[in-house]
T-cell receptor, first 114, second 106 residues
């Protein structure tokens, strides 16, 4: 398996634009997690899915952020409209189950909002 | 108040030294994770613990549930161990430590 795949790896956009980050989890994994990492706040869990269903989105900063998982092999994290303070590295991770198994992280998407 | 506290924040060691990184938490958990993040930015899960001790190569992780404390040990440290080590706990929610930046000098 290729591991967790994220795209794009780097994204530079202007304030106000819509940004869509993509993630393909490891085949057979039932849980998918979206994280954000900044220098100020470290790693933060934004949302996680179990069997394609969003379980906890309490970490999503505000209504500008939305996440979907239309099927077991694909998830998106969308920011609309984007703001400079959204600049961060966004990681996607997957695991067999929510908490009973280790998580495998994707390479991350480095987002810069100008 | 941080639910997960790591110490030290920064650590410099000579190659070959035995290294310990500590993690204390204040919430009920179902599992504790040790993550490694290299300067390139990628994150790797080293261990997931719910009790006892795990060993993988030169890395050992222990957890004491009663004391709400975990340690990550690196034996015979090597410059390639230089990275940020992050402690994370999962329970009703997910909490992360701020990380320990380790530099191993040849």
């Amino acid at each position: 398996d290729a591991g967790v795949i994220q795209s794009p790896r780097h994204e530079v956009t202007e304030m106000g634009q819509e940004v869509t980050l993509r993630c393909k989890p490891i085949s057979g994994h039932n849980s998918l997690f979206w994280y954000r990492q900044t220098m100020m706040r470290g790693l933060e869990l934004l949302i996680y899915f179990n069997n394609n269903v969003p379980i906890d989105d309490s970490g999503m900063p505000e209504d500008r952020f939305s996440a979907k998982m239309p099927n077991a092999s694909f998830s998106t994290l969308k920011i609309q409209p984007s703001e400079p303070r959204d600049s961060a590295v966004y990681f996607c991770a997957s695991s067999l189950t929510r908490s009973g198994n280790e998580q495998f992280f994707g390479p991350g998407t480095r987002l810069t909002v100008l | 108040k941080n639910e997960v506290e790591q110490s030290p924040q920064n650590l410099t060691a000579q190659e070959g030294e035995f290294i310990t990184i500590n993690c204390s938490y204040s919430v009920g958990i179902s599992a504790l994770h040790w993550l490694q993040q290299h300067p390139g930015g990628g994150i790797v899960s080293l261990f997931m613990l719910s009790s006892g001790k795990k060993k993988h190569g030169r890395l050992i992780a222990t957890i004491n549930i009663q004391e709400k404390h975990s340690s990550l040990h690196i034996t015979a440290s090597h410059p390639r161990d230089s990275a940020v080590y992050i402690c994370a706990v999962t329970g009703n929610q997910f909490y992360f430590g701020t990380g320990t930046s380790l530099t191993v000098i040849p």
